[in-house]
């Protein structure tokens, strides 16, 4: 149980491009998902918490223009790259959150390249 | 803000030796979690602590959980190439997200 999925797993565009990453939970429902980006080696960064049915959240520092997330249902968020730049390439890997005390099941990540 | 501190950063060890990384909080955890992620890969759960000084076991994974709920410990037994990968904690404090450290990177020889 507590499968979360992200689609595309890799993709490639051009600068200036927007690129849409799905997030999916297979078997649970999910009110609140996050989206993470890592860095070659780093730890994850917290972009964004994102809440079905309502605004996400974005932590400091996070552009929310340029990083559109919509949780329009209980199983799915979407994390829209706009205008993508190649300081954008990045993994991006969403998690869903289950249970209580809270534990976060990660989707398998996105490997985003703009050139 | 609360930050979570882990070191070592990274370890590179001998197949059959041991392994521990150690993680502090700047501020008291409701609970904090473990995870690893193989390169290449995603973070993947391996456990969570929520009692003040808890220990709990996984094969030859040991993790524990400080009397004050600030510090935690994951500690392998007799490593394996198949332990290669970043050990993340990261601890929750009641508000609404995680706050994951740097992670330790483990290097196993065989």
């Known amino acids: 149980g507590a499968v979360v999925s992200q689609h595309p797993s890799r993709v490639i565009c051009k600068s200036g491009t927007s690129v849409k990453i799905e997030c999916r939970s297979l078997?649970?429902?999910?009110?609140?998902m996050f989206w993470y980006r890592q860095f070659p080696k780093q730890s994850l960064m917290l972009m964004a918490t994102s809440n079905e049915g309502s605004k996400a959240t974005y932590e400091q520092g996070v552009e929310k223009d340029k990083f559109l997330i919509n949780h329009a249902s209980l199983t799915l968020s979407t994390l829209t790259v706009t205008s993508a730049h190649p300081e954008d390439s990045s993994f991006y890997i969403c998690s869903a959150r289950l249970g209580s005390p809270d534990t976060q099941y990660f989707g398998p990540g996105t490997r985003l390249t703009v050139l | 803000g609360q930050q979570v501190m882990q070191i070592p950063q990274y370890q590179h060890v001998q197949e059959g030796e041991d392994f521990t990384t150690y993680c502090n909080s700047s501020t008291t955890l409701s609970n904090i979690q473990w995870y690893k992620q193989r390169p290449g890969g995603h973070p993947v759960f391996l456990i969570q602590?929520?009692?003040?000084?808890e220990v709990k076991k996984q094969k030859r994974l040991t993790f524990q959980f400080g009397e004050a709920k600030k510090n935690s410990s994951l500690h392998i037994t007799a490593t394996q190439t198949t332990d290669v990968g970043t050990y993340f904690c990261?601890?929750?404090?009641?508000?609404?997200?995680?706050?994951f450290g740097k992670g330790t990177m483990l290097l196993v020889s065989p």
């Open positions: 602590l929520v009692k003040s000084g």
């Open positions: 990261a601890g929750y404090s009641g508000y609404s997200t995680l706050t």
């Open positions: 078997d649970f429902q999910a009110t609140t």
